[in-house]
């Protein structure tokens, strides 16, 4: 079975970096998409940055010039190098992927979240 398992997340003081990892397990699988979505306390999930077909990458307007999304298709990982962090970054992260294990549909697939809090 495939999973997605996260990492990275903490407490950090505005205008410091974190690096959210996030990697794909389980039996043979190829990997369509990338990407990191977060959710602050009563708001909507919403795209933070993504990796697509080409390794064109994508980012929310709050996030450019300070974050970073990166991939290691060797390691079936995705990265979120986070610069600059602001109070407004703080959220559960979300890494997702489109997955298509062997002999099975693509679907797309979720990790638990890891916590992200900016704060001094």
């Known amino acids: 079975q495939v999973r997605l398992v996260e990492s990275g997340g903490g407490l950090v003081q505005p205008g410091g970096s974190l690096r959210l990892s996030c990697a794909a397990s389980?039996?043979?699988?190829?990997?369509?998409?990338m990407g990191w979505y977060r959710q602050a306390p009563g708001k909507e999930r919403e795209l933070v940055a993504e990796i697509i077909t080409g390794n064109k990458t994508n980012y929310t307007n709050s996030v450019k010039d300070r974050f970073t999304i990166s991939r290691d298709n060797a390691k079936n990982a995705v990265y979120l190098q986070m610069n600059s962090l602001r109070p407004e970054d703080t959220a559960v992260y979300y890494c997702?992927?489109?997955?298509?294990?062997?002999?099975?549909?693509?679907?797309?697939?979720w990790g638990q979240g890891t916590q992200v809090t900016v704060s001094s």
């Open positions: 997702t992927a489109d997955i298509k294990p062997y002999g099975n549909i693509n679907a797309r697939y």
């Open positions: 389980g039996s043979s699988f190829t990997i369509n998409y």
